[in-house]
C-alpha cells in the first residue's frame, strides 16, 4: 500500500471517529451532570427523611422532661432510657446519642461530651418546632445532630430545655453508595446504548460514500462517463455533480489531445516522406 492510499485510509477513520466523539462525548457530560445532580438531590433527600427521625427523637426525649422553679431558678429533670432512642436507629449500623442542657449550656442529662450548641434557630425552620439541623464530629466520628428548643412546662416551674440529638452516619452513606451505584450503572448503560445506537446510525450514514467508492473502483481504465447515484442523499449529491464536472472536462481535454495528436501526425507525414524520398 502505497502512502497516498495510507493517508486516505487515516483520515477516513479520523472522520468517522470525529463524528463519534462529537455526539457521544457532549451526551456523556450531560449524562455525567446529571448523574451528580441526581446523586446530590438525593442525599439532601436523605438528610431531610434521617433529619425527621432525630427530630422524632428529640421530641420523645421532651417528653420526659420535668421541671421544678421558673425563670432563672429553674431545675430541669430528665429520665430518658437509652431504649427510648433504640427505636430510632436504623438497623443497628448507626449510633444515636444526646443530650439535653439549659439554654446557658448547664448539662442535665445525656452524654456530656457531645459538642453544646452554638448555633441560632433558621429564620424560616423547615418545620413548626424551634429546631436546627447541622454536622458535626462526635468521639472522632462524623454525625448529624439535631437540635430541639422545647419549653418545659409543669405545676411546679417553667424553663426552656436545649436537646441535642446526634447520630452517626453510617446508614446515610451506604444508602447514598447504594443509590449512586445504582444510579452509576444505569447511567453507563444508557451509554452503552446510545453509544451502539450512535456507531449503527454513523455505519448506516456512511454507507453510501462506501458503495460510491465501491462504484468507481469498479469501473475499467478510462472509463469517464458519468456517475449514476440515485440513491445518494442530497448531502452527496454536490460531490456526486462535481465529479462528473471534473470527469466532463477530463473527456474534453482527451479529446482535444487525440485530436492534436491526429492533426500533428497527418501534418509531419508528408515532410517524413520527402526526407525518407531523400
Same mark, same amino acid.
Given at each position: 500500500?502505497?502512502?497516498?492510499?495510507?493517508?486516505?485510509?487515516?483520515?477516513? /477513520? #479520523? *472522520?468517522?471517529?470525529?463524528? @463519534?466523539?462529537? %455526539?457521544?462525548?457532549?451526551?456523556?457530560?450531560?449524562?455525567?451532570?446529571?448523574?451528580?445532580?441526581?446523586?446530590?438531590?438525593?442525599? &439532601?433527600?436523605?438528610?431531610?427523611?434521617?433529619?425527621?427521625?432525630? *427530630?422524632?427523637?428529640?421530641? $420523645?426525649? $421532651?417528653?420526659?422532661?420535668? +421541671?421544678?422553679?421558673?425563670?432563672?431558678? =429553674?431545675?430541669?429533670?430528665?429520665?430518658?432510657?437509652? #431504649? &427510648?432512642?433504640?427505636?430510632?436507629? =436504623?438497623?443497628?449500623?448507626?449510633?444515636?446519642?444526646?443530650?439535653?442542657?439549659? *439554654? $446557658?449550656?448547664?448539662?442535665? #442529662?445525656?452524654?456530656?461530651?457531645?459538642?453544646?450548641?452554638?448555633?441560632?434557630?433558621?429564620?424560616?425552620?423547615?418545620?413548626?418546632?424551634?429546631?436546627?439541623?447541622?454536622?458535626?464530629?462526635?468521639?472522632?466520628?462524623?454525625?448529624?445532630?439535631?437540635?430541639? *428548643?422545647?419549653?418545659?412546662? #409543669?405545676?411546679?416551674?417553667?424553663?426552656?430545655?436545649?436537646?441535642?440529638?446526634?447520630?452517626?452516619?453510617? +446508614?446515610?452513606?451506604?444508602?447514598?453508595?447504594?443509590?449512586?451505584?445504582?444510579?452509576?450503572?444505569?447511567?453507563?448503560?444508557? %451509554?452503552?446504548?446510545?453509544?451502539?445506537?450512535?456507531?449503527? +446510525?454513523?455505519?448506516?450514514?456512511?454507507?453510501?460514500?462506501?458503495?460510491? $467508492?465501491?462504484?468507481?473502483?469498479?469501473?475499467?481504465?478510462?472509463?469517464?462517463?458519468? %456517475? =449514476?447515484?440515485?440513491?445518494?442523499?442530497?448531502?452527496?449529491?454536490? @460531490?456526486?455533480?462535481?465529479?462528473?464536472?471534473?470527469?466532463?472536462?477530463?473527456?474534453?481535454?482527451?479529446? /482535444?489531445?487525440?485530436?492534436?495528436?491526429?492533426?500533428?501526425?497527418?501534418?509531419?507525414?508528408?515532410? @517524413?516522406?520527402?526526407?525518407?524520398?531523400?
Amino acid at each position: 500500500m502505497n502512502p497516498g492510499t495510507t493517508q486516505n485510509v487515516a483520515r477516513h /477513520h #479520523s *472522520l468517522r471517529r470525529r463524528l @463519534l466523539l462529537g %455526539i457521544l462525548l457532549p451526551v456523556a457530560l450531560f449524562i455525567g451532570f446529571n448523574t451528580w445532580s441526581l446523586y446530590r438531590q438525593t442525599l &439532601a433527600s436523605l438528610n431531610t427523611a434521617y433529619d425527621r427521625t432525630l *427530630l422524632a427523637s428529640a421530641k $420523645s426525649i $421532651s417528653e420526659q422532661l420535668d +421541671v421544678k422553679g421558673f425563670d432563672d431558678a =429553674a431545675q430541669l429533670r430528665a429520665i430518658v432510657p437509652y #431504649s &427510648a432512642l433504640e427505636a430510632f436507629e =436504623a438497623d443497628n449500623q448507626s449510633q444515636m446519642f444526646y443530650r439535653v442542657s439549659t *439554654l $446557658s449550656g448547664e448539662m442535665v #442529662s445525656g452524654f456530656e461530651d457531645l459538642p453544646v450548641w452554638r448555633g441560632s434557630i433558621p429564620d424560616k425552620p423547615p418545620y413548626a418546632a424551634l429546631v436546627d439541623f447541622y454536622d458535626d464530629q462526635f468521639r472522632d466520628r462524623d454525625v448529624r445532630v439535631a437540635v430541639l *428548643l422545647q419549653p418545659v412546662a #409543669s405545676s411546679q416551674g417553667r424553663a426552656m430545655a436545649v436537646i441535642q440529638v446526634a447520630e452517626t452516619l453510617e +446508614v446515610r452513606e451506604t444508602l447514598a453508595l447504594q443509590i449512586l451505584w445504582n444510579t452509576l450503572l444505569r447511567q453507563a448503560l444508557l %451509554i452503552a446504548v446510545i453509544a451502539f445506537t450512535v456507531v449503527l +446510525v454513523v455505519q448506516r450514514a456512511t454507507r453510501p460514500v462506501r458503495q460510491l $467508492s465501491q462504484q468507481l473502483q469498479a469501473r475499467r481504465e478510462g472509463d469517464l462517463s458519468p %456517475i =449514476a447515484a440515485p440513491t445518494a442523499p442530497r448531502e452527496l449529491q454536490p @460531490l456526486v455533480d462535481a465529479t462528473n464536472e471534473v470527469m466532463q472536462r477530463l473527456r474534453h481535454l482527451l479529446r /482535444h489531445q487525440k485530436r492534436f495528436v491526429r492533426d500533428a501526425s497527418h501534418q509531419l507525414r508528408t515532410p @517524413l516522406a520527402v526526407l525518407k524520398t531523400q
